[in-house]
Structures are given as C-alpha cells and as structure tokens.
C-alpha cells in the first residue's frame, strides 16, 4: 500500500498507481459482496461517520454499506436532524465529532471546498469527499472506472491503463463535482477524455484540463466513443437558465435510441444517477445492455470498501477479505 | 495621553509633497513650529527619535471599514481607529455600509461622535443612495454641509445608470466626489471569486473582470457627459486600468485607487478554500496584478486604499461560497508597498498620504489638516516609518477586533515607528499609546 493519501478530497490526491490500487482491492471487496454473509472484520473496532449536509440517498446508504460490511461503527449525521440547523458553526460540528472519537469522516457539502477545510482542521482522523459543490466527488469516479475496467475484461493484465480508450462526457459539465472528477481520473489512466455540451454548460476555463477536444455536436463524436458518461442537467443548481429550454437542450444532447445506435457496437452507457429520464438520456437507452448505470450502483459498494480499508486498514489485504 | 505641548521628532529624514531633506521637527501645541537641522528640545519636551527613519505627514486610507454601528464585533471606531495609528494613518474614510448605513445627517452625526478622541482622523463617507439600496438619491446636499467630500454605495455599485448619471449631474453643483465599486451585478451575482481558471478547477461560481469593466466603462462615459468627478474604488483588472488610463489621457475627471492585496495576491491564493483570501473585488491572476503595479508606477492609480474590512473569525470559518468578502489592511498597507513595489518611498508616501488625501477633500486646500508639507504652520499630523525594518505579520498581535488578515506569517520590509496625530503621538515605537 505505497503512498496512498491521508485523505480523498479530490481525484488529484490519486496518481495511476493509487487509482490502480483501489480497483484492485474493490475486486477483493466486490467478491466479499456476493457471498451469503457479506462481512468481512476489516475495520472491526473503527468508527465512521457519514456527514451528509446536502440529501442524498443512494450516496450515504453506498458510503454506509461499505462501513458495515467491513464490521466499522457507523455514525449517520445529517444536517437536518442536528444542530447545525440550531446554528452551529461548520467547525464546531467537526470540532464536537472529533471529540467523540472518529477515524473517518465521510463528508457531502453543497459548498465547494468544505472537505478540504474539514481535513486541516482535523487530526488523525481521515476525510472521504463524498461530493462537495461543483468540486469533487471522487469516488463517483472511482466507480465509474472500476465498472469501465469491467467491461474491458475485469482485473485482467493491463487492464488497469485506459490507453486510447475514448471517453466521451456530455451535458452540464460546469455544474458537475462528478465530470470533474471523472476527467481527472479517466486523463489519469491515459483515456482520451472528450467533452460535450454547449458553451454555458462548460467552466468558464478549461486552462489546464487533461482533456483531449471539446464538442458542441454530440452527433459528430458518438462514432468515437467507447464510453459515454452522461450528467444530469442540474435545475436545482440553476442550471436550466443555461440553455433556452429543456426540449432544445434535449434534441442537442440528450443521448435518444437513434443517438444510441451511432455509437460503436462495444461501447457502454454509464450515468452517475440520479437520471432524468426523458432529458439527457432516453429511458429505452437507460434499458440497453450497453448501459451499466445499476452495475455502477453496486460497484460502488465495492470501490467505497476499498478507499475506506485503504485509508484506515492495517494489515494485508488477504486476511482482511478473508 | 493628550498632546504635549512641545514634541520635537529628531534623525530624520523629512519627505513630503516638496520633497526631502535631513530635518528635525518641533512641535509645539499640536502645530509645526519649525523644521531644520539640529533642533535642541527643552526638558519638557517629549522627544521621538526618528534616526535611520523618513518622517512624513501622516497616511490618509480612502477606504476603510470600521463596521460601527451595526457590526462592532467585528471592529469598533476606536479598534479601527487603533489600528490606523498602527498602519501610519492619521486619517481613514469610513465606509458608509454600516447599519444603519451612513445615508443620513444623523447617521454622519453619529459616527462623527463616536470618533471623538479616535486615535486618527475619521471622514465619512456618505452613501450615494437611501440605504445603499440603488433606488433614489441620498440627501447629498445635507451631508456635503456637514463635511462629507466623498459618496459610495461601495460594497454595491450603482447599478442603474440612469440613476448614476442623475447623481454625478447633482454632485456637480456640491463639487463632491463620486466613488464607484465597480461591479455589475447581473454579472458577479453569485460569484464568490475571479472566474478564470482557479475557480473553473475549484468548482467555485466566478465574478468574471467584465463585471468590473462594463461599470467602469459606463462611469467613464458618464463621467465626460456629465463632468462630475468619479473616483473608482479598488480598481482590480488589466482592463479596468487600461480604460482609467485612456479616459484620462482624454481628460476624464476620474480618479482610481487600488488596494494592497490587488497588488500582493492572486487567485490561486483561494485553492485551500479559505476565506481569508475571498474578497471584492476578488484576487485575480498574475496579469492584472502586474497591471496594477503597472498603474502605481505610471500614475493611472492616485491612492493606494486599504479596504480594510473585518469579519468576525467565526464568519470566516463559514464555506468559502457562504463566507463574506473582505480583509484587514490598515496595518499592513505601507509594509506591503515597500515591500513589493518597485517604487521609492517618496512615490509610495505620495499614493499613500498626499494624494489620497486631496481626493477626500482633507489637504490643506480642501480646508484640512491632512497630507499637506510639514512646514511651519501645519497641523502636525505626521507619521514616522522606518523604511529597512523588518517585521512578521501575527494575526493575534493586531489592534483589529478582527483576525482575518491574507499575510499571517510573511515577513514584510518597512515599519511605521511613531504617529503623531495633531501634536499627539499616538503610537511610539509601534506601540498604540492609548
């Protein structure tokens, strides 16, 4: 277990060979999973907490999951049952939380940056960005390239590098903690990242990004695309004043069955949910066998065993799947 | 202490609007009763050794906010006012964002009361609008009779050109001065730093250089139909600079300010999220702080303003998004100039006492006491600064009731020694004396 962080705030704190470590150990994890009785003692004796200051279902009962099966204490804090709603401050919340003994602090935020201020003002404790703002939400990514890794032929030789892999992400980019988690992570592993939507929907900068072209003509790149990520136009964030209405940002990006067949016929489909059917993806596309949004769903358990174990085990992992 | 009645400052070097020499200066009675070499100083006088240092008149802020009333956890007039003295300054504007906002004769009494006894000089600025809201003219006329020289919504800009125009057309007849933050609103809404490439990584909502430009651009314009005299605030892009630059060349009655952490940081200062280092206008990247060194050097900027503005710790602990904008500066201002421009400390005295002070109306020819030559016959309202000092910035050691300074920790050149504010030295070897 070389130089893996003391936290994961963001897709940056990984290099290729911590990514591939993850996916690696997942594949031990993503095994304890199928079994009758899915608990292995891996973190016996430590204790978790899910911060969850922004809602989000499927994300803590994943991050919670994980805990569980590696026999963790697991303590569920949501910003609407305690007493931030009384007013405390950020840094109290943490400050009380560390005073009862945590070793891992799992933290969603609808502010950017807050794991990241959360880890300097801690001490022995480690952070999980579970999704902060526009930011990160690493293990998003994470997931997605475990289940890519899957369907080039799952922990095989060489499958943990991406070369010449064509990754397409389409939709409201500049909203999106997952595509910038996404791009970093596939860029990592040597994917050719291309992104499309229109203009409004992408970073004011893209100075920098590790991507390989940027389109508004989702047509033109579906030939050359051997995975296509789709993301949720986020109203909530505001995000439908970026484009005049939801039916032209449809008929530009929406990924509809006639869009699907362009696609090259070994190409898969991930979306980080929750979809919006009828928007950005066409609900027969969600069904195809090339789409693998529920296998995302489930190796997300897997991935989130492993960058927990990762952080906070000790030992081998053999006698930790075990 | 209360001002003695004989001070003699002696080892100096005396660096005004005039120029420098080598001169000791008597006081006596808060007024400048003689500068030359040599003096000798009674037993009963007080005596400041200023040997090694420049002594000049004191620092004027254009752009300061002491909070009171409304947010005096955050910082009171008499922290602030201690802090200036700190800094060298023996004159601030306050900013009218209090609350109640200083929209008012009797808001303006107010502060003007409770800066009796302040440790520097306190001019209020006046807000261009009731309750800086934007919507119809302050009572600009009554607050020009009570000594108010300049008028900002600052914090907001004027969004409304039509009411812009209508308040520089009144403001000609007062012979008052309009102060702009630039930053239209439609859009900066939201935006919590520069947009550019730190906040694009950061996943943070912008406030792109445009929101600062189009305002300045549209007061220019104003400025030439209407003739009234606009002075920019905290100017902070290449492009805002090079439009103050042009109008001038055209001569446009503007003026313009800059502000030290405009000079000293960049945006990328904001990629630990910590709010320290949010402000507005925000820190932008390397080529617009070069731009506005460029502007000190070549004298498109008239001031060097602080906008000292204190936030409670506790407010600056929020996420970076929901925290609120602003730093100290009063204390670190002069330091950072001598420490990061490449300009002689007459040139930094001037953007920094002189000139400052004739766009707030304080000179000796605006019927003031500040920034004039220390000369006989002038009220001593001087600061001493020790210009190869070296010192550490520490947070905890400021007079601010306040912490949130961007510069904790980094060593800066340049230290003010004593303040003399009318004839009473208020700080003595960089100690407040009250």
Known sequence: MSHFPAHLLSMDDLDADAIGEVLRVADSFAEVGRRANPKVPALRGRTVATLFFEDSTRTRMSFETAAKRMSADVLSFSAGSSSVKKGESLRDTIETIQAIGMDAVIIRHSSSGVPARVAEWVDHCAVVNAGDGWHQHPTQALLDLYTVRQSLGGGQEGTDRFDGLRVTIVGDIRHSRVARSQITAYAALGAEVTLVAPATLLPPSLDGWPIAAVSHDLDAVLGATDVISLLRLQAERGSGAYVPTMREYSAGYALTARRALQLPPEAIILHPGPMVRGVEIASEVAELPSARITDQVGNGVAVRMAVLFLLLGQGSLDGAAA | ?434
């Open chain 2, 1 to 434: 202490m209360s001002a003695p009645h004989e001070l003699v400052i002696r080892g100096g070097t005396v660096v005004d609007a005039s120029g420098e020499r080598r001169a000791d200066v008597r006081v006596v009675d808060g007024e400048v009763v003689e500068v030359a070499e040599g003096l000798e100083a009674p037993g009963s006088a007080t005596v400041l050794d200023a040997g090694g240092c420049v002594v000049a008149p004191g620092l004027v802020d254009l752009h300061t906010h002491l909070r009171e009333p409304g947010r005096e956890e955050a910082e009171t007039v008499e922290s602030g006012t201690r802090a200036a003295a700190l800094g060298g300054f023996t004159a601030v504007v306050a900013m009218p964002n209090t609350d109640p906002p200083l929209d008012s004769a009797e808001s303006v009494r107010n502060v003007y009361a409770l800066a009796q006894g302040a440790m520097a000089q306190v001019a209020v600025a006046g807000a261009i609008t009731v309750g800086r809201a934007g919507e119809r003219l302050a009572p600009m006329a009554e607050l020009a009779a009570l000594g108010v020289h300049l008028f900002t919504d600052d914090g907001d800009g004027v969004q409304s050109a039509g009411l812009m125009r209508r308040a520089l057309q009144y403001a000609t007849g007062l012979g008052v001065v309009l102060g702009q933050h630039c930053e239209d609103r439609s859009l900066a809404a939201g935006g919590t730093m520069h947009e550019g490439a730190w906040s694009s990584r950061l996943g943070l909502p912008g406030m792109p250089s445009e929101a600062e430009e189009v305002m300045v651009a549209r007061d220019i314009a104003l400025a030439r139909a209407t003739g009234g005299r606009v002075h920019f605030l905290h100017l902070s892009t290449a492009g805002s600079i090079d439009l103050v630059r042009r109008a001038r060349a055209g001569g446009v009655p503007v003026t313009a300010e800059v502000a030290p952490h405009h000079f000293t940081l960049t945006d990328g200062y904001a990629s630990g999220y910590d709010p320290v280092f949010k402000v507005n206008p925000p820190l932008r990247p390397q080529d617009d702080v070069d731009a506005v060194k460029a502007a000190l050097v070549d004298g498109t900027a008239d001031a060097i303003a602080t906008d000292h503005a204190p936030h409670a710790p506790e407010l600056k602990d929020l996420p970076f998004d929901q925290a609120p904008p602003g730093m100290l500066g009063l204390q670190t201002a002069l330091a950072l100039a001598v420490t990061e421009l490449d300009l002689p400390l007459a040139r930094i005295l001037a953007l920094l006492s002189w000139q400052p002070a004739v766009i707030a109306g304080l000179d000796p020819a605006g019927g003031g006491t500040q920034g004039g030559t220390v000369a006989t016959g002038s009220v001593a309202n001087l600061c001493v600064v020790d210009p190869t000092a070296t010192w550490t910035v520490d947070p905890t050691a400021l007079a601010s009731r306040s912490r949130n300074t961007p510069y904790a920790g980094r060593t800066l050149t340049g230290r003010v020694r004593h303040t003399v504010l009318a004839g009473e030295p208020v700080v003595i070897d960089a100690e407040a004396q009250r």
